[in-house]
C-alpha cells in the first residue's frame, strides 16, 4: 500500500484555509467507540461525535469494513444507472421512517434544500405564485442560501443579503402564532421545523412533543405539508428512530443527514402522502447523492444501529445521565433538558470556557451552543460505565466553571 504521511505542521507556516471556522489547538488521529485520541496516545472522552455524526461511535469496525470492502469494489456510477444499494437502502429508510420515496442528498443542508423545492413544486402545482414556508425562531438549517434563509439566527444571515423569500417565522412551538399566520397568509403552503431545536440550544416546545401532534392537525386542516428537520434529532438520537417516534404522527416530508452515515457525508429528504411524487423526472438531481459507496454505508448503519438497538440504549443510557446529572448538579441553578443522546445543560451565565476548561483538564470533548448551554451528543451506543466516565469529568467541570 502506498502510505503517505503528513509531515508535522510548522507553527509558522501559513494557512491556507479560508478561515470560516474557530478551531481549538488540536487534532486527533484514532478514534474507537466513545474516545478519540492525539498523536501522543492522549484519550478523550467524546461527548460530541462530531456534532451528532457517528452515533455508533468513532470507527465502527462493521462500518469501517464496508466501507473498505465497498471502495476496493466499486465507488461510484451514476444516478444515470441502476444503483442495487441505494434501492436498498432506501428501503431500509423507509420501514425505520415510515416515510415512502427517497432522494439521497449529500448534506443536510442538501436535504433541506430539497424539502424547500418539494413545497415550491407544491405551490406551483396548486397554481400558488408566492409561496410561504413557515419557520421557526432560533432555528437551524444550513449554510446554503434558501437553508440560511429560513433559518432563525440573524448571524448566520448577515452579509448575505438579499436573502431567500418566502419564509414567515413564528416562536418555536406557540401553536396560537402559528393559528395566526394561517388566518393572514392564505399562501402558506408548508411549515418546517426541528422537532428539538439542536443549535438553537437543545430546545423542546414547552408542550413537548405534542406540539408536533397539534402542528400535524394544523396542516391537515390547511393542507400544508408538515416538514419535519431531523437532520440532528433523526438516526436514533433522541431516543427514537426519528423524534416524530415520540408521537403517532408522521410528516409529510422529512429530511436527515448527520448520523445518517456515521461521517460518511450523505443525506435524504424523503417524503410520503400528499408529498409524493411531488419531484418528478428531471426536477432534482445530485451527481454524488445516493453514490454505491455512500449507499451502502447508509444500509449498513441503519442495520447496525438495529442489531445492536442502538435506539434504545440512546433512550436508556441518555435518560441516566440527564437523571444523573439533575441529580449532581442540583442547587446550581442549570437547566437539564433533552431525550435520548440529545442532551443540554442550560448554565446561569455564557459559558464559551467550558470547551476549554473539559478538554484540557477533564479530557472531555463538549460543545457549547446559543451561548450557555453544554451540549451533549454522546454514541448512541454508549454504555452505562462510559456514562459514569463521562459524568465524572462533566459535573466537574460545570462546578468548577460556575464556582
Ligand atoms: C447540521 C444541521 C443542518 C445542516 O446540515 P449540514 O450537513 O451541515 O449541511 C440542518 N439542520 C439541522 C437541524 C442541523 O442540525
Known amino acids: 500500500m502506498n502510505h503517505i504521511t503528513l509531515a508535522p505542521v510548522q507553527p509558522d507556516q501559513p494557512s491556507h484555509l479560508m478561515a470560516t471556522y474557530g478551531r481549538q489547538a488540536i487534532s486527533f488521529v484514532r478514534g474507537r467507540g466513545s474516545y478519540l485520541y492525539t498523536e501522543d496516545g492522549t484519550e478523550y472522552l467524546d461527548a460530541l461525535t462530531g456534532i451528532a455524526v457517528c452515533g455508533l461511535g468513532h470507527s465502527h469496525p462493521v462500518i469501517a469494513e464496508a466501507i473498505a470492502e465497498q471502495a476496493a469494489t466499486l465507488i461510484h456510477t451514476s444516478n444515470l444507472f441502476e444503483?442495487?444499494?441505494?434501492?436498498?437502502?432506501?428501503?431500509?429508510?423507509?420501514?425505520?421512517?415510515?416515510?415512502?420515496?427517497?432522494?439521497?442528498?449529500?448534506?443536510?443542508?442538501?436535504?433541506?434544500?430539497?424539502?424547500?423545492?418539494?413545497?415550491?413544486?407544491?405551490?406551483?402545482?396548486?397554481g400558488i405564485q408566492n409561496p410561504k414556508i413557515v419557520v421557526a425562531e432560533k432555528s437551524f438549517h444550513g449554510r446554503t442560501l434558501a437553508t440560511l434563509s429560513a433559518t432563525g439566527n440573524s448571524k448566520v444571515q448577515e452579509g448575505f443579503f438579499p436573502l431567500v423569500e418566502g419564509f414567515i417565522r413564528v416562536p418555536f412551538g406557540d401553536l396560537e402564532a402559528l393559528q395566526e399566520v394561517a388566518l393572514q397568509h392564505p399562501d402558506i403552503v408548508a411549515i418546517l421545523i426541528e422537532p428539538i431545536q439542536g443549535e438553537g440550544g437543545i430546545n423542546t416546545a414547552p408542550q413537548g412533543f405534542s406540539y408536533l401532534e397539534d402542528v400535524r392537525a394544523l396542516c391537515n386542516q390547511h393542507n400544508w405539508l408538515m416538514m419535519?428537520?431531523?437532520?440532528?434529532?433523526?438516526?436514533?438520537?433522541?431516543?427514537?428512530?426519528?423524534?416524530?417516534?415520540?408521537?403517532?404522527?408522521?410528516?409529510?416530508?422529512?429530511?436527515?443527514?448527520?448520523?445518517?452515515?456515521?461521517?460518511f457525508p450523505i443525506g435524504a429528504v424523503m417524503t410520503q402522502a400528499k408529498a409524493v411524487g411531488i419531484l418528478g423526472p428531471g426536477s432534482h438531481g445530485s451527481t454524488y447523492g445516493g453514490t454505491v459507496l455512500g449507499s451502502r454505508v447508509v444500509y449498513t448503519v441503519i442495520d447496525t444501529i438495529q442489531k445492536e438497538n442502538a435506539v434504545e440504549n440512546a433512550a436508556k443510557v441518555g435518560s441516566y445521565i440527564v437523571e444523573q446529572l439533575r441529580g449532581q448538579l442540583s442547587g446550581l441553578n442549570v437547566e437539564v433538558r433533552g431525550f435520548g443522546m440529545m442532551i443540554g445543560v442550560e448554565l446561569p451565565k455564557a459559558c464559551p470556557e467550558m470547551v476549554a476548561i473539559a478538554r484540557e483538564e477533564y479530557k472531555l470533548i463538549v460543545n457549547v451552543t446559543a451561548g450557555s448551554v453544554v451540549r451533549l451528543l454522546p454514541p448512541l451506543n454508549m454504555t452505562q460505565e462510559q456514562a459514569d466516565d463521562l459524568l465524572s469529568r462533566l459535573v466537574p467541570a460545570i462546578k468548577q466553571f460556575l464556582a
Open 228 to 263: 419535519l428537520d431531523e437532520i440532528q434529532t433523526g438516526n436514533g438520537r433522541t431516543g427514537q428512530y426519528f423524534a416524530y417516534q415520540h408521537t403517532n404522527i408522521v410528516p409529510d416530508v422529512l429530511t436527515t443527514a448527520k448520523g445518517l452515515g456515521n461521517g
Open 83 to 126: 444503483i442495487p444499494w441505494q434501492t436498498a437502502a432506501a428501503q431500509k429508510l423507509a420501514e425505520v421512517s415510515g416515510m415512502q420515496e427517497v432522494f439521497f442528498s449529500n448534506s443536510g443542508a442538501e436535504a433541506n434544500e430539497g424539502a424547500i423545492k418539494i413545497a415550491r413544486k407544491y405551490a406551483s402545482q396548486q
